[in-house]
């Protein structure tokens, strides 16, 4: 059973850091393309960052720069660094896994940055 858990989420202020982690089990996140999701209130969830399997890194073009996607291959673990938080980064931010053509979806972590 594929579970993805996430932590690190919280209030920050406007300029302000958090990593995200995310815990993976029944899956390995070396083999599998992983990614962080995020969905602001009333919109889309949309991508922030992922990496493959093979160790490429991909971005939303505006978040480039400010994020950093990473992963540990020991702890099977998946971060996001977060710098120079703005307001409209407020959303819930999901891992994501892919293997097999299967999505998996953790249940989310809630990041508030106030300006």
């Known amino acids: 059973q594929v579970q993805l858990v996430e932590s690190g989420g919280g209030l920050v202020q406007t300029g302000g850091s958090l990593r995200l982690s995310c815990a993976a089990s029944?899956?390995?996140?070396?083999?599998?393309?992983m990614g962080w999701y995020r969905q602001a209130p009333g919109k889309q969830r949309e991508l922030v960052a992922s990496?493959?399997?093979?160790?490429?890194?991909n971005y939303a073009d505006s978040l480039k720069g400010r994020f950093t996607i990473s992963r540990d291959n020991a702890e099977n673990m998946v971060y996001l660094q977060m710098n120079s938080l703005k307001p409209e980064d407020t959303a819930v931010y999901y891992c994501?896994?892919?293997?097999?053509?299967?999505?998996?979806w953790g249940k989310g972590t809630l990041v508030t940055v106030s300006s």
């Open positions: 029944g899956i390995t996140v070396r083999s599998s393309d």
């Open positions: 990496i493959l399997s093979g160790g490429s890194t």
């Open positions: 994501n896994a892919k293997r097999y053509s299967i999505n998996y």
